[in-house]
């Protein structure tokens, strides 16, 4: 019998490890067809992918150059070209400590690159391969941070980046409409990111409403939701735990550094 093609397809951007991986399994396990693209982690990317197919799940792993237009043309060629492809979500991204005062022109670019210009260029390739009365139900979900509610000054060129994507939630959803559609996730903090200790990350994870570390696997099925619900775009959901409504004067992490060194283990 000939093989059906699966009506639901995401391709995951940076989905070999942490946030991505958990998005790449929700989907895959939730029915989607999944690429989980990559671009240093191969390794983790092939075994997760291969984890779930011998679960019985659709997923493979793609390597591509998502920083520039060809490579993120070609990625979306391909991926549809195998058929599927409805849904993109931007997850890669660039995390580079800097402030207002010292940020470099080359490391700003960098994270602009790919927080923006990339999730913006892959909501509207797959706009462009909308045709009238296809039925299809194309979105694009751009992983955002809890940070763009909650603003503080460190990581600046980040959070610029972040912010400017934010606001290109609903931009994008009116630009792009009715072809796609176009939602946000804003994650709180979920993993240790640079030179965060484990007991740094300890206690700033708990850092929010309900003072407990946010699930990854929430996320993953926001993401999902999101995808799978047509009504919704031009939105964004906050998966924090209510971290964007408590408010700090930096990131969270120098916060705990200096609780930490005001209050060292005994
Ligand atoms: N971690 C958190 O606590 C947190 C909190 C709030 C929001 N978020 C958001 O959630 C998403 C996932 O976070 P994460 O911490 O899981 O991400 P991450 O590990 O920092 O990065 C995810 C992937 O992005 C890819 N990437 C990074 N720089 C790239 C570049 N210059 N060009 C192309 N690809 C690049 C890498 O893929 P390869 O490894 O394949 O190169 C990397 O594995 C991000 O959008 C982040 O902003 C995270």
């Not at 931007?90 to 800097?98: C, I, M, Q, R």
């Not at 030179?195 to 993953?220: C, G, H, W």
């Amino acid at each position: 019998m000939a093989e059906t093609t699966p009506r639901r397809g995401v391709l995951v951007t940076g989905g070999g490890q942490r946030l991505g991986a958990a998005v790449c399994e929700a989907f895959a396990r939730a029915g989607w067809r999944v690429w989980c693209q990559y671009r240093a982690s191969r390794t983790p990317a092939q075994a997760l992918c291969a984890r779930l197919r011998e679960e019985g799940f659709d997923a493979r792993a793609v390597e591509a150059d998502i920083g520039s237009e060809a490579g993120r043309i070609a990625l979306v060629e391909a991926a549809s070209a195998e058929g599927g492809l409805s849904c993109i979500v931007n997850n890669a991204s660039a995390f580079e400590p800097d402030t207002g005062l010292d940020f470099e022109a080359e490391s700003a670019l960098r994270q602009l690159g790919v927080n923006l210009i990339a999730p913006l260029s892959f909501a509207r390739l797959l706009a462009r391969r909308a045709v009238p009365g296809d039925g299809i139900d194309r979105s694009a979900i751009h992983v955002l941070d809890q940070k763009v509610y909650n603003l503080n000054p460190d990581y600046f060129s980040y959070t610029v980046s972040k912010l400017a994507l934010e606001r290109a939630v609903s931009l994008q959803a009116q630009a792009l409409a009715p072809a796609l559609r176009v939602c946000g996730v804003a994650p709180g903090i979920l993993f240790p990111s640079g030179p965060q200790t484990e007991a740094n990350f300890a206690q700033a994870s708990r850092a929010n409403l309900l003072r407990r570390p946010i699930d990854p696997a929430d996320v993953a099925r926001s993401c999902v939701f999101l995808a799978a619900t047509p009504s919704l775009t031009g939105t964004t959901l906050c998966v924090d735990n209510g971290q964007h409504l408590v408010p700090l004067a930096r990131d969270v992490m120098f916060v705990v550094d200096d609780l930490l060194k005001a209050s060292p283990a005994p």
